[in-house]
Each structure stands twice: as C-alpha cells, then as structure tokens.
C-alpha cells in the first residue's frame, strides 16, 4: 500500500521512486551564471517522490508525484525546477500546494509566458500544450503534490534549448516574470 502524509505531501510504500536535482545539476537555467558558480555545486534545490502504479506510457493511466523545492536564489532568480513540455503535448497535469509558496510558471507553444501564485491549497490546472516549471518564492521549503497521465513524458530538450521566454526574479523581496531572458532556461 502506498500512502500519502497529506501536511507534507511526501509519499510512503513500497513502490515510491525518488529523485533529487541539485544545483550543480541545473546551474545552465539561471541567469546569473556566475553567482551559480560560486555557489555550492551539492546544494538540494528540489527533491521528486513518484508513484508509478501502471508502467510508463500506458494510455489512460495516472501518476501521482510530490515535489519538495528548497527557498533560496541564485542572484535574483528563485530557485525553480528544471521544467518541461509533456512529450505528448496534448496531455494536461494538476497540482496543488501543500505547504509554503510559489508560482507555477506556465509556457504556451507560442513561447507566451505567465505565471499563477501557489500557497497551501492552491490547485492548479496545466493545460496541454504548455510547459511548466515551479519557483519557491518563500522561505520555507514549498511542497506540492502532481497527478499527470502516464503516457504523457518529458519533453526537457525544448526548455534546455531554447528555455522559458521569461524569468522569475526576486525585485525588492517580490516575485515579478520578467521577459524576454535572454540565454536559455
């Protein structure tokens, strides 16, 4: 049996695979490369639980996850996770904030960009065709839980290539997508 601890989101059972993705892992999406340099290569930026109760690609299937992003800012730029297209792009996702705050930030194939406030019990719909990445905008470690189809995959060469058409900076301590970044991610 799996089993979710629903004040923190984090997943428990038998069949629960996990990841971590440290900021010498993604240092080529933030901005100010030479801040991410001088930072510790080690560092947690976010962590991923996923329960996978049907095998990948299986058409009308359900994945459950939860992601732990860590506050903290390389320069300007919050910290973020990596962020995808489904690799069928037709699929949708959901999520919804357990603990802290962030912002989804979403990409349409039209590389417009926009970006939806999460705190505690916030659900939010991603819409096909749209890439999307979360920031902790907060000081706290944000937790979210996901549910997408599992056929859906990951597209993360498009946002490596050619990254999101806007960024997420800390001006004055508060969140503002700025656009048109210029370097990727």
Known sequence: MQRVNWLTGTLEGSEICTSRKTLGDIRPLFFDQDAAQNMDPALVVYRVQ????VPEKTEGGLF????????????TEYFMTHGHFHA?????EFYSTVQGTGALI???????????EMSP?????????????????????????ACWPS???YDYDEIRKNGFSARLFSI?????LVDGNSGRA
């Open 151 to 153: 056929d859906a995959g």
């Open 50 to 53: 996923w329960w996978s109760p």
């Open 106 to 116: 979403l990409m349409n194939q039209q590389r417009k960009t926009w970006m939806e």
């Open 121 to 145: 019990g916030s659900l939010h719909h991603i819409p096909p065709h749209t890439a999307h990445r979360v920031a902790n905008t907060g000081t706290s470690a944000l937790h979210f839980v």
């Open 64 to 75: 459950w996850g939860t992601t732990v992003v860590e506050p903290g800012l390389v320069g």
């Open 88 to 92: 069928k792009a037709d699929r949708t």
């Open 172 to 176: 004055y301590g508060r969140p503002l």
